[in-house]
């Protein structure tokens, strides 16, 4: 268990940041809800019921333990350092560096950051382009433009959208779904894992209507919206100053990921308008670091995999869950040896040495296994540039190498908890400082 200091100095900081406009009780109830899907038509890919169990039919032993991570807002230097804190000294068991979604916005960004964070890996998805609750179409549209003529980044890349403050309605669903995007992730799971009501559902599709936030959005619920194909990712909170939501996620019934929902500009200290390092933000990230590292190793001596994954990485396994077993987390990485050489892959060995007369024999893949899923690497080379041009950038080169000297106190980095694995204490919504 992690430290009792720790949890008791983390505890007051997270409680703080209920003064921004954290949520104070359930958004949602079984009445309010009135939620019913036909699981007999209702099937992956493309449907999924909202459930508390694991998708595909899997049993929890199987599932891995998800943390995702996400950032919101503007995309400068300090921010992708802010994001580099807490995981760019980090492995998943893979072998792979992890991966996050960062919603962002317009104003103040650079762009050709933007650029260097998608072309490493990271999803990069909509949050309007000037900041507003409930935005309307050209605000969420208007961002998806920006993306593509300033980032280069092609509207198929532009899955998910996050809505400012969180503050969403129906319509903006709507409006989402006929922009063509996959999933929308502005909704909370408001009711712990141990409570026989609990709203801490998988990812679910909206073909039998929105099943959280019931009682906070107007016309949502009781089979509405009716939106096929399309899906929320709740974001889930935490609720105790000990630890326990993160083990009952992780421990629980269903081994519901979690996750770790940060406004950059919030947590680092060099921002402009701030010039010095404040020295407990080296506390604060340092007890950040230390929970994920205590997250990790848990797992580990359990024998669970643990990814530290983004927004699109959780969904394709959603749409096509495999078990743990599958996954093989310590056998990712194929060592290939031959009489003339070796090498190694994420993608199989050849069956064959490859030579100039066979260069792509084939490959070596476990009975029943599919193409490798959380690669570090993208098979093909991802398109940018506007108007689908194909081009790459120079790669993101952090600027605080070295010791990590991030936050100005935990109260200014807004945590949740969504269907993988985190730590939040005290019910935590996202900052509406912001």
């Given at each position: 268990m992690l430290s009792y200091f720790l949890l008791a100095f983390l505890t007051p900081l997270l409680?703080?940041?209920?003064?921004?406009?954290?949520?104070?009780?359930?958004?949602?109830?079984?009445?309010?809800?009135?939620y019913s899907c036909d699981a007999s038509n209702c099937k992956l890919p493309s449907c999924n019921c909202a459930s508390t169990s694991p998708p595909g039919g899997l049993k929890p032993s199987d599932v891995p333990m998800f943390i995702v991570f996400t950032a919101d807002d503007a995309v400068q230097s300090y921010a992708l350092d802010s994001v580099n804190q807490f995981l760019a000294q980090r492995k998943n068991p893979n072998g792979c560096a992890p991966k996050m979604t960062y919603f962002t916005s317009l104003m103040y960004t650079n762009y050709t950051l933007v650029t260097d964070w998608f072309i490493a890996g990271n999803e990069i998805a909509d949050h309007t382009m000037t900041h507003v609750g409930d935005p309307s179409v050209d605000e969420i549209n208007g961002n998806a433009v920006a993306?593509?003529?300033?980032?280069?980044?092609?509207?198929?890349?532009?899955?998910?959208?996050?809505?400012?403050f969180l503050e969403y309605s129906v319509n903006t669903l709507k409006r989402l779904y006929a922009a063509?995007?996959?999933?929308?992730?502005?909704?909370?799971?408001?009711?712990?894992?141990?409570?026989?009501?609990?709203?801490?559902f998988w990812p679910y599709t909206l073909d039998y209507g929105m099943a959280n936030d019931c009682l906070e959005v107007e016309g949502s619920c009781k089979g509405q919206p009716v939106l096929p194909g399309f899906w929320e990712i709740p974001m889930y909170a935490f609720f105790d100053n000990l630890g326990d939501?993160?083990?009952?996620?992780?421990?629980?019934?269903?081994?519901q990921l979690i996750g770790l929902y940060t406004h950059p500009f919030l947590s680092t200290c060099r921002r402009p308008t701030q010039a010095f390092v404040n020295a407990s933000s080296k506390v604060t990230i340092g007890m950040i670091n230390q929970f994920l590292d205590w997250a990790q190793a848990t797992a580990q001596q359990n024998g669970v995999v643990d990814d530290i994954?983004?927004?699109?990485?959780?969904?394709?396994?959603?749409?096509?869950?495999?078990?743990?077993?599958?996954?093989?987390?310590n056998g990712l990485l194929s060592h290939c040896t031959f009489p003339d050489f070796s090498f190694s892959t994420w993608y199989g060995c050849p069956e064959v040495e490859p030579t100039l007369s066979n260069q792509n024999p084939a490959q070596q893949v476990p009975d029943d296994e599919q193409p490798r899923r959380f690669r570090c690497e993208y098979s093909i080379s991802r398109p940018?540039?506007?108007?689908?041009?194909?081009?790459?950038?120079?790669?993101?080169?952090p600027f605080s190498a070295g010791v990590s000297q991030f936050p100005s106190g935990?109260?200014?980095?807004?945590?949740?908890?969504?269907?993988?694995?985190?730590?939040?204490?005290?019910?935590?919504?996202?900052?509406k400082h912001f």
């Open positions: 409680a703080l940041a209920s003064d921004d406009g954290g949520i104070t009780g359930p958004t949602t109830s079984s009445d309010a809800a009135g993306l593509n003529a300033l980032a280069g980044i092609s509207q198929s890349s532009l899955q998910g959208f996050r809505a400012p063509k995007f996959t999933y929308d992730s502005s909704a909370t799971s408001s009711i712990p894992v141990t409570d026989p009501g609990t709203d801490a939501t993160f083990t009952a996620h992780y421990n629980g019934l269903n081994r994954v983004s927004n699109e990485q959780l969904l394709a396994w959603v749409k096509n869950p495999v078990p743990v077993s599958q996954l093989d987390a940018i540039g506007p108007a689908g041009a194909n081009f790459t950038g120079p790669a993101y080169v935990l109260s200014h980095l807004i945590l949740h908890a969504s269907l993988a694995v985190g730590l939040l204490f005290g019910i935590v919504k996202f900052s």
